[in-house]
C-alpha cells in the first residue's frame, strides 16, 4: 500500500557515517531524488542476487562515497557492495567498517570512503547484493540507463550477464567525491524536462540539461559542480509522482552539503494536471494562480533560509500536449510573467523564448522536442543548458 509522504526530519533520519573521517571535503557528484514506487511493475523485486548501475559522477576526487535510501522501503540487508570503473577492479564499499550491513525501514544510510579515483564525468558501477528476498521500492526512473540483475549469488567483485533488468534505479540516491578543498554546487531541480529518465549515459547529444551545464562550467574553469534532482511527473504543490517539489526540497536541496545556487524548471504538471481525471476515476485538485506561486515563494524562502540562491525558468510551451488547455495556457503566461518580473528570484532566465517555435511560440520548437509537444529532446536539452549564463552563479 502507498503510504501518505512525510517530509523528513533531518534531525531525526537515521544516518549511518563512515567509520573514520576522511581527509579533506566531500562534494556531491551524483544525486537522484528518490520516490515511492507506485505498483509491483516499478518496484525492483530481488532475492539472492546482485544489482548494478552505471551512473555518471560530475567531478573529480581521489575516493568515493554512496548514499543509500530505503525512505520508503521495509528492512533489508546489503550483503555486500562494490565500486568500479566499466572493466576496472572492483572495490568493496563498507559500512562502519562492516562488508554487510542491516537497513531499517525508511532509514538512509552514507557509506565509507572507497578508495577509487575518479575524474569529472567519469562512469562508475555500483553493484549492491541482496542475500534475502526484497522488493526495493525507494527508486528513481533510469529506463535510459538501466538497473542490470544478475542469477542467484553476490557478483559484486565480478562480471555478469544479467538475467532482466528494470527501467527503475533503486537504493541509489547519490555519490560523493573526496577532493582538497569544498566545491560550490548548483542543483538543477525539476520534473521530467530536468529528469530526462530516458536519457542514456553516453547520448549525443548530451540529453539532460544540468550535465550540459556542468560541462560548460568545467570548461570555463569554473569550480562548480552540477547535481540533478529532479523528478519525472513531479509538481509544484501537489502529489504527482513523488512528494511535490515543495515537500522535496528540504531533502533534495537543503541537505545537500556545498549547495550555492538552485535552478527550479517546474510547474507545467501542476497546469496541465489541475483538475485532470486520473486513471483510477478519480479526479486531481484543481490548482490556482496564487496557489502555484505561492509554491514557487516557498521554494524561494527555503533556498534564502540557507543563504542559497534560487534562479527561476520560465515554464516552456505546451500547446499541442496531451494536457494542454485554453485555460492551462492562459495560466502559464500569467506565472511566467510573474515569474520575471516579481523579483522573487535571484535571476530569471526565459527559457521559453530559448526553446520555444519560432512560428507559434505556444510551441515547443519542432526541431528541438521529441514530438509529444511537451518533452525537449537531446538538442532541445543541450540549447537549454547552453543558454544559462555562466556568470549568475558568481
Known amino acids: 500500500m502507498r503510504r501518505p509522504w512525510k517530509p523528513i526530519v533531518v534531525a531525526g533520519a537515521l544516518l549511518l557515517v563512515a567509520a573514520a573521517p576522511a581527509k579533506g571535503e566531500w562534494t556531491p557528484a551524483r544525486s537522484a531524488s528518490m520516490w515511492e514506487a507506485a505498483n509491483e511493475k516499478q ?29 520508503y522501503g521495509e528492512p533489508l540487508t546489503l550483503g555486500a557492495v562494490s565500486v568500479r570503473r566499466p572493466g576496472g577492479k572492483a572495490v568493496p564499499v563498507r559500512f562502519g567498517g562492516r ?53 542467484p549469488g553476490d557478483f559484486t567483485q565480478i562480471p ?41 549515459i553516453d547520448a ?67 497546469i496541465g494536471g489541475s483538475g485532470r481525471r486520473r486513471p483510477d476515476g478519480t479526479a486531481a485538485p484543481t490548482i490556482t494562480y496564487e496557489q502555484l506561486i505561492d509554491g514557487y515563494r516557498k521554494l524561494v524562502a527555503s533556498a534564502h533560509r540557507r543563504g542559497i540562491k534560487a534562479i527561476g525558468m520560465t ?31 535571484d535571476a530569471v532566465i526565459d527559457m521559453e523564448k530559448v526553446v520555444a517555435d519560432p512560428a507559434n511560440p505556444k510551441r515547443l520548437d519542432p526541431a528541438l522536442q521529441r514530438g509529444d509537444n511537451l518533452h525537449p529532446d537531446g538538442r532541445g536539452q543541450t540549447r537549454i543548458g547552453e543558454a544559462i549564463p555562466l556568470d549568475i552563479f558568481e
Open 204 to 270: 549525443v547529444p548530451i540529453c539532460r540539461w544540468g550535465d550540459v551545464l556542468g560541462r560548460r562550467l568545467a570548461r570555463a574553469g569554473k569550480p562548480h559542480v552540477v547535481v540533478t534532482q529532479a523528478i519525472s511527473g513531479n509538481r509544484v504543490i501537489s502529489r504527482g509522482t513523488g512528494p511535490s517539489a515543495v515537500e522535496r526540497f528540504d531533502r533534495d536541496v537543503l541537505t545537500l552539503s556545498g549547495v550555492t545556487h538552485v535552478v527550479i524548471l517546474e510547474g507545467v504538471n501542476d
Open 43 to 71: 518496484e525492483v523485486a530481488i532475492e539472492n542476487a546482485t544489482v548494478r548501475f552505471a551512473v555518471r559522477v560530475g567531478a573529480e576526487g581521489g575516493s568515493i562515497r554512496l548514499r543509500l535510501s530505503n525512505e
Open 160 to 200: 555478469f550477464t544479467a538475467i532482466r533488468a528494470s527501467n527503475h534505479r533503486p537504493l541509489l540516491a547519490g555519490v560523493d567525491v573526496l577532493g582538497k578543498a569544498a566545491r560550490p554546487v548548483i542543483v538543477a531541480f525539476g520534473d521530467s524536462i530536468t529528469d530526462n529518465t530516458g536519457c542514456a
Open 315 to 345: 515554464i516552456l510551451p505546451f500547446e499541442g500536449a496531451n494536457y494542454h488547455t485554453d485555460a492551462g495556457e492562459a495560466m502559464r503566461m500569467r506565472v511566467n510573467d510573474w515569474i520575471r518580473t516579481s523579483g522573487a528570484f
Open 99 to 151: 562488508p554487510s550491513t542491516h537497513v531499517p525501514a525508511g532509514a538512509t544510510m552514507v557509506s565509507d570512503a572507497a578508495e577509487l579515483r575518479v575524474d569529472a564525468f567519469d562512469v562508475i558501477e555500483v553493484s549492491v547484493y541482496l542475500p534475502g528476498a526484497v522488493k526495493l521500492n525507494t527508486i528513481h526512473g533510469a529506463s535510459g540507463d538501466k538497473t542490470s540483475i544478475s542469477a
